[in-house]
């Protein structure tokens, strides 16, 4: 009974900067976080960044640390994601989450959106 709708994703040259938003409707069970995750082809996925509606704990991938940024609007129920100074790794498709995040940076998934690419190239 939770949609997850995203938008934002395109391409964008390195070094440049790109913000997705992903809006919540509906009940979720269950969560006290949601996040982001990519899927680049032929690897696995992995999660970016997540964050606590109440903002008391927040976790990045090492790989994106100091260049993303993960924000909310709980008013708006919808979570935002910096992407700064990007990289053609960063090229993959990134998908809204919504879950559960231990203070000890532990996150479980509960429901996803349907992903959005995000293309890195000069």
């Known amino acids: 009974q939770v949609q997850l709708v995203e938008s934002g994703g395109g391409s964008v040259q390195p070094g440049g900067s790109l913000t997705l938003s992903c809006a919540a409707s509906?009940?979720?069970?269950?969560?006290?976080?949601m996040g982001w995750y990519r899927q680049a082809p032929g690897k696995e996925r992995e999660l970016v960044a997540a964050t606590t509606t109440s903002g008391s704990t927040t976790k990045y991938a090492d790989s994106v640390k100091g260049r993303f940024t993960i924000s909310r609007d709980n008013a708006k129920n919808t979570i935002y994601l910096r992407l700064s100074r990007l990289k053609s790794e960063d090229t993959a498709v990134y998908y809204c989450?919504?879950?559960?995040?231990?203070?000890?940076?532990?996150?479980?998934?509960?429901?996803w959106g349907q992903g959005t690419q995000v293309t890195v190239s000069s």
């Open positions: 989450n919504a879950g559960s995040l231990t203070p000890g940076g532990n996150y479980y998934s509960i429901s």
């Open positions: 509906g009940s979720i069970g269950g969560s006290n976080a």
